[in-house]
């Protein structure tokens, strides 16, 4: 089974400035796969960032990246040039190759400071 | 950019009654989902549908909840007796298919907030 922690209920940051929400899993398995999804207030679900476990390299999208270190579960989430538009809940989730199922964390809400 | 869509957006029922969501998920995608979120709280797997049968289902999906794809097109949940437990916010999600294409993530609906009274 999976599990997925994430350490901080709550974030802000100020507008313009850099923002790192932490992710932590647990799996046995070799092969997963490792999201960041936000929630804004309309709590629809949108996809952020993916990132394969076979793949060495840290996913980028535009302001967002991952530090993902696999030894230690570790996927963290930096959002560079924070914007108004970026306050929301952030979960983090993982899934295992063949067994697709999405196991989330908790969530972090992020706010930011004009 | 296609999308994942469930109606109604918010539903109120009484205890006791059955509720039907729905979804229509993306016209090539293979597998369907439906998740849950209490509340305040993390969003949990309820079950996950493929090739017109249930392939995983978590302990939230008891007897009281079923799926069904009765057309091709639309994916529904359905729950026989609702409990005030119930209300939550009901995901529907599809995914085109295994392998690479795991990697581009589910698409999910807009959800339908569910209250029961």
């Known amino acids: 089974a999976q599990t997925v922690t994430q350490s901080q209920p709550e974030m802000s940051v100020q507008e313009a400035e850099t923002v790192t929400l932490s992710c932590t899993y647990d799996t046995s398995e070799s092969d997963y796969y490792l999201f960041w999804y936000k929630q804004p207030p309309s709590r629809q679900m949108i996809l952020v960032i993916r990132?394969?476990?076979?793949?060495?390299q840290n996913a980028t999208e535009n302001r967002f990246s991952v530090n993902f270190q696999k030894a230690a579960k570790s996927f963290s989430l930096k959002i560079s040039d924070s914007q108004l538009g970026d306050a929301a809940m952030y979960f983090c989730a993982a899934s295992n190759f063949g067994n697709e199922k999405l196991t989330f964390g908790t969530g972090t809400r992020l706010t930011i400071i004009p | 950019e296609p999308e994942v869509t469930q109606t109604p957006s918010h539903q109120v029922t009484q205890m006791g009654q059955e509720v039907i969501l729905r979804c229509v998920p993306i016209s090539n995608h293979l597998y369907f989902y439906w998740y849950r979120q209490i509340l305040g709280q993390k969003v949990e797997f309820l079950v996950s549908?493929?090739?017109?049968?249930?392939?995983?289902k978590s302990e939230i999906f008891d007897d009281q909840f079923s799926v069904e794809r009765p057309d091709g097109s639309n994916f529904t949940l359905k729950i026989r007796s609702t409990k005030l437990e119930d209300s939550a916010m009901y995901f529907c999600?599809?995914?085109?298919?295994?392998?690479?294409?795991?990697?581009?993530?589910?698409?999910f609906g807009s959800g339908t907030r569910l209250t029961v009274v």
């Open positions: 549908f493929y090739n017109n049968e249930i392939s995983e």
């Open positions: 999600a599809s995914r085109l298919g295994t392998g690479g294409t795991l990697s581009s993530g589910y698409t």
């Open positions: 990132q394969e476990a076979y793949k060495q």
